[in-house]
């Protein structure tokens, strides 16, 4: 079954600085650096010190919360440093690249998938970490094993700046990403769902001829490639239930550490954005864990502050420059900060502004153009003052203002029947793009979200 | 512009927390953002922003309603000239701008001088940043206010807007009534004589030889016709001097800024194409009008002791009166107005209803768009409540009962 879904809500936003279809492999590195703190519900007990003989497939440290989940070096070598923050926190692990060593784990065949066990997948691959891939709705929680969803969301869309594209990412991926598909099979007693781009043309055959799963292709502007826009209009969640979801990009990785029985060592990861120069916009095989600054260090658009977004310029992360690429990580967007002051900014006629509103010169003839935008927040901050005009950015038949007004007010009974629970904050990005008033929807609705999963439903 | 740039970036250190003039703070913020757009970037998940921001929001407002003051700069100029019989030394039309500056310009730099007074004072004593929305405020007050008003008068007016009818509330954003319509409210009920649409006096010089001059407005002529048929009401009209184009060109007595309509259709292009006000209330607002104006027709149909004013043609009501600008400029105040897209045609359509309603059947006021607007906004949080309640029942329909907390 395949089903065609027109999304009229939301917005395209053309930025400067989209990626080139290449693949690089700058995967060589002789030092790898770990953030366990991007499990940021986890609470992390190591396993290893300085000093320590690691291989690949090692466990490196794992929950104190959650037991089962264990995270496994991706390479052999030698625990160099361990970085600890405020109150002891564990910051990074860093780790001397040498030999090939592995820990060898279970390894699955085509058809061994078809009917393995749900609990040994799920034990696999929550003691590799890689369960963390899958998030849980409600809450956008990494999931865990002791939940059973009733159906997995697979996202094979990319149209928001920048997301990295599975059509490119999945070449010469293709069994891994079928081995990845076949194991979600099993973890849910529901469907799979596969949502893909209607509008877009070449699409990789690993994605297009998925087998197994239920196939929807949607069309329209972002949000029509968010998850929650999918699980909205394919499996609305109720009250009680559990759906999983992951992008197609990350299920390779699954895919690898069930087809070879080894943790994955390299991910395809992209990046672009208008701060980088424009040959260096593209996608990179990269080892997880190595250093941004060793395959981006000279790429920025010199005499600029550089911000390096882990994630899209909707939905993301600032991360450093010396810092190394996550388990989490898709794309880097890489942005300028603009701290640029203007003269009388509130009437100039204003050429190259990009505004939904059409009180700049650009937003007259700017039609069809890439913007080039930095990180300017383009004015101050105020009270809500225009109102009814963030509907028409969500395409989840949610009353924007007075969901965030319920979130606001912690009034969580109403935010839960104005349906907060089928949302993610990236959902809210556009809302916080348009708002004259420069409120920010997403960090509105994650409080609403984090204090209705305190209160333990 | 570097150096007034540095100049500012000296200043500043004098207003931050520790510095001489900390509690000035958000008045210094309110002149360095003025001149040069803040340096602020984003912070949170979400990296880019729209270029506008509320100061430009506000702007075009205020330039929406640069054509409504010129016009009523002119046009109180040219009736000055008019009810005094001075022959003109200058081109007709310098000397009536000339003379209508005089009489405007002071209503609008006391709305603006004594208003602001009261916004810098609650921003510095609330710490707030001091809000772009009272520039809009500022303008629309004197707007709604004949040239003929004391300039105390003025005073106390825009005191009473911008304290009771905003800033007890919180400030912009958080006010119940649209504070300019507020504060003329406030100067109706108190100054009936000064304000009141029944008649305004007075435009006359000492040496004038005039001892006192007087209009009745069209809505009061319309008013106090005696019943009759369609006939009569216009043949009233008429012998007061108003036609549809007369009204329609607005050179006559009335508000400063709402006499004329082509001004008004100005800014009413401005507003609807920069996306700022809400076409559905403005929308809604004419239906809301031509319809009720077809209803009172009926009624005069079916009872021929009532006032001939039923029987006044749709179109008239446009062009009386303030209702244009009242529905252009006031109800689509989107913070006093309904929040919610379906709520804003329900919103847009009552005040259109009760202004006829009001002009019509109500024997005390000639003039009922202020009232009108006023009791919607006071209603529009309702109207609000049960526009998300029936969206709710909708989307939860599958749901059934909400249980999930138990």
Not at chain 1, 32 to 43: G, N, V
Not at chain 1, 92 to 97: C, F, M, S
Not at chain 1, 194 to 209: G, K, M, Q, V
Request: aromatic residues 10%.
């Amino acid at each position: 079954m395949s089903g065609f879904f027109a999304i009229k809500q939301g917005l395209d936003l053309s930025l400067e600085g989209k990626p080139s279809g290449e693949i690089v492999d700058v995967s060589k590195t002789d030092r790898i650096i770990l953030h366990p703190s991007e499990f940021t519900r986890a609470k992390p007990r190591l396993e290893v010190a300085p000093g320590d003989k690691v291989k690949k497939g090692t466990v490196l440290y794992y929950d104190k919360r959650n037991p089962a989940f264990k995270y496994r070096s991706p390479v052999a070598g030698t625990i160099k440093d361990i970085v600890l923050g405020a109150r002891r926190s564990l910051q990074e692990i860093h780790i001397d690249v040498s030999g090939r060593a592995v820990e060898k784990l279970p390894s699955f065949s085509a058809d061994a998938l078809l009917s393995a066990d749900r609990t040994e997948l799920l034990n696999l691959l929550s003691g590799t970490g890689l369960l963390s891939l899958l998030t849980e709705r409600p809450f956008s929680r990494p999931a865990t094993v002791n939940t059973t969803p009733k159906s997995i969301f697979v996202n094979g869309m990319a149209n928001a700046p920048f997301r990295p594209d599975p059509n490119i990412v999945l070449q010469g991926r293709e069994v891994e990403f079928a081995a990845g598909l076949a194991a979600l099979k099993r973890l849910t007693l529901g469907p799979v769902h596969l949502c893909l781009d209607a509008d877009e043309t070449a699409t990789n055959s690993a994605l297009t001829a998925a087998k197994g799963v239920e196939i929807s292709y949607f069309s329209g502007p972002h949000p029509s490639g968010n998850t929650s826009t999918h699980i909205h209009h394919l499996d609305p969640i109720f009250p009680g239930d559990v759906v999983w979801a992951i992008n197609a990009c990350d299920l390779v990785q699954i895919g690898e550490l069930l087809t070879t029985g080894q943790v994955p060592s390299t991910k395809v990861i992209m990046a672009a954005g208008p701060g980088l120069s424009p040959e260096a916009r593209r996608y990179y095989k990269v080892a997880i864990g190595q250093p941004i600054s060793s395959f981006l260090g000279e790429a920025f658009v010199p005499d600029t502050e550089a911000r390096i977004v882990d994630g899209d310029v909707f939905c993301g992360t600032p991360v450093t420059v010396d810092s190394g690429v996550r388990t989490h990580t898709r794309g880097l967007t890489v942005l300028s900060e603009d701290r640029e002051r203007h003269l009388l900014g509130w009437m100039m006629p204003g050429y190259d502004k990009f505004s939904t509103f059409r009180t700049y010169m650009s937003s007259w003839f700017g039609a069809g153009r890439d913007w080039n935008m930095g990180t300017s927040r383009n004015g101050s901050h105020r009270s809500m003052v225009l109102t009814g005009i963030y509907d028409k950015y969500v395409p989840l038949d949610i009353m924007v203002d007075s969901l965030s007004r319920a979130c606001i007010g912690h009034d969580t009974d109403d935010a839960i029947r104005h349906g907060i629970l089928g949302t993610d904050p990236e959902d809210f990005a556009l809302c916080s793009v348009v708002c004259p008033s420069k409120t920010d929807f997403c960090e509105i609705i994650r409080k609403g979200l984090a204090e209705i999963e305190a209160e333990g439903l | 512009m570097k150096f007034l740039l540095h100049q500012l970036e000296a200043l500043e250190p004098h207003f931050k927390p520790g510095g001489k003039f900390e509690k000035l703070y958000p008045i210094f913020e309110a002149g360095d953002t003025f001149l040069f757009s803040p340096a602020d970037t984003t912070k949170g998940s979400t990296h880019v922003r729209d270029a506008i921001d509320l100061k430009r929001v506000m702007i075009m407002v205020v330039v929406a309603l640069i054509p409504c003051t010129l016009f009523g700069i002119w046009n109180a100029g040219h009736q000055y000239l008019y009810v005094n019989q001075i022959e003109s030394v200058l081109p007709p039309f310098l000397d009536a701008m000339f003379h209508g500056s005089l009489i405007v310009l002071p209503i609008i730099f006391v709305s603006y001088a004594v208003g602001g007074l009261w916004e810098v004072l609650f921003c510095v004593i609330r710490k707030h940043e001091i809000n772009e929305g009272f520039l809009v405020t500022g303008l629309l007050f004197p707007l709604t206010l004949p040239p003929t008003i004391p300039l105390w008068q003025v005073a106390v007016g825009i005191s009473f807007g911008v304290v009771i009818g905003k800033e007890i509330f919180g400030g912009t954003g958080f006010n119940v009534l649209n504070p300019a319509l507020t504060a003329r409210a406030f100067l109706f009920f108190a100054y009936p004589v000064q304000i009141s649409g029944d008649v305004w006096t007075k435009l006359v010089d000492g040496g004038s030889p005039l001892a006192g001059w007087s209009s009745a407005t069209p809505l009061s002529v319309a008013s106090a016709s005696l019943p009759g048929g369609a006939d009569t009401v216009l043949a009233d009209l008429n012998s007061a001097g108003y036609t549809f184009m007369s009204m329609f060109n607005g050179m006559e007595g009335g508000s400063i800024g709402e006499t004329a309509v082509i001004p008004i259709l100005i800014g009413l292009v401005i507003l609807l194409i920069t996306g700022i006000a809400s076409w559905r209330i403005m929308i809604a607002g004419v239906i809301g009008l031509v319809v009720t104006g077809l209803l009172m027709n009926g009624v005069g149909l079916m009872d021929d002791g009532f006032k001939a004013f039923c029987h006044l043609p749709f179109w008239y009501h446009f062009v009386m009166g303030s209702f244009l600008f009242g529905i252009v400029f006031m109800a689509t105040d989107p913070v006093s107005a309904a929040a919610t897209n379906e709520g804003k045609w329900i919103y847009g359509f009552l005040i259109g209803f009760l202004t006829v309603i009001i002009r019509v059947a109500n024997p005390a006021y000639a003039e009922g768009v202020m009232l009108s607007i006023l009791f919607m906004n006071v209603m529009a949080p309702l109207i609000d409540w049960f526009v998300v309640e029936r969206h709710l029942k909708r989307r939860n329909a599958k749901i059934g009962e909400f249980s999930y907390a138990s």
